[in-house]
T-cell receptor
Framework: DAGVIQSPRHEVTEMGQEVTLRCKPI?????LFWYRQTMMRGLELLIY????????DSGMPEDRFSAKMPNASFSTLKIQPSEPRDSAVYFC??????????????FGPGTRLTVL | AQTVTQSQPEMSVQEAETVTLSCTYD???????LFWYKQPPSRQMILVIR??????QNATENRFSVNFQKAAKSFSLKISDSQLGDAAMYFC??????????FGSGTQLTVLP
């Protein structure tokens, strides 16, 4: 398996622009998570899905952030409009809990977002 | 809410020696999982080892082992025969009924040749 795939790996944009981050989870996994990593706040959960349904979005910082999972193979995290304080590394992770019940999450390589 | 504390921001070890990274956590749950992840300069989050709370036996993966003390809510990582490739940021993480990972602040490990 190719593992969790994220795109783009790097994104540089200007304040006010829309940014879309993409994630393809490991095939067959039933949970998908979006995390953000910054020096100040460390790793924090933004939102997670179970079987394509958002379960907990309490970590989404504000209405400028939105996430979707239209099918089991694809998820997006959108920021509109973007701000310099959104600059961070965004990770997607997936896990197979329903069957294995191991709670082990496998991470993608991350997207480094820079908002100028 | 769960909390995970890593009290050592930085650690260093001589190549081939042993080092222990500390982690404590706080939870009211009895069934949960604990993890150590490694993050090298590439930023990739790599699973190092996993421990199920219901298992009394400490997990081991090659040169990596844990000391899990459930009553004390302690979960330390021991790296034996340290190698240069072990240099990275190490994160301790907790997963409970909410299924999400709560991470500690990380320990930056330097391996000295």
């Amino acid at each position: 398996d190719a593992g969790v795939i994220q795109s783009p790996r790097h994104e540089v944009t200007e304040m006010g622009q829309e940014v879309t981050l993409r994630c393809k989870p490991i095939s067959g996994h039933d949970y998908l998570f979006w995390y953000r990593q910054t020096m100040m706040r460390g790793l924090e959960l933004l939102i997670y899905f179970n079987n394509n349904v958002p379960i907990d979005d309490s970590g989404m910082p504000e209405d400028r952030f939105s996430a979707k999972m239209p099918n089991a193979s694809f998820s997006t995290l959108k920021i509109q409009p973007s701000e310099p304080r959104d600059s961070a590394v965004y990770f997607c992770a997936s896990s197979l809990i329903a069957v294995l019940s191991t709670d082990t999450q496998y991470f993608g390589p991350g997207t480094r977002l820079t908002v100028l | 809410a769960q909390t995970v504390t890593q009290s050592q921001p930085e650690m260093s070890v001589q190549e081939a020696e042993t080092v222990t990274l500390s982690c404590t956590y706080d939870t009211s749950e009895s069934d949960y999982y604990l993890f150590w992840y490694k993050q090298p300069p590439s930023r990739q989050m790599i699973l190092v080892i996993r421990q199920e709370a219901y298992k009394q036996q400490n997990a081991t993966e090659n040169r990596f082992s844990v000391n899990f003390q459930k009553a004390a809510k302690s979960f330390s990582l021991k790296i034996s025969d340290s190698q240069l490739g072990d240099a990275a940021m190490y994160f301790c993480a907790f997963s409970g009924s909410a299924r999400q990972l709560t991470f500690g602040s990380g320990t930056q490990l330097t391996v000295l040749p």
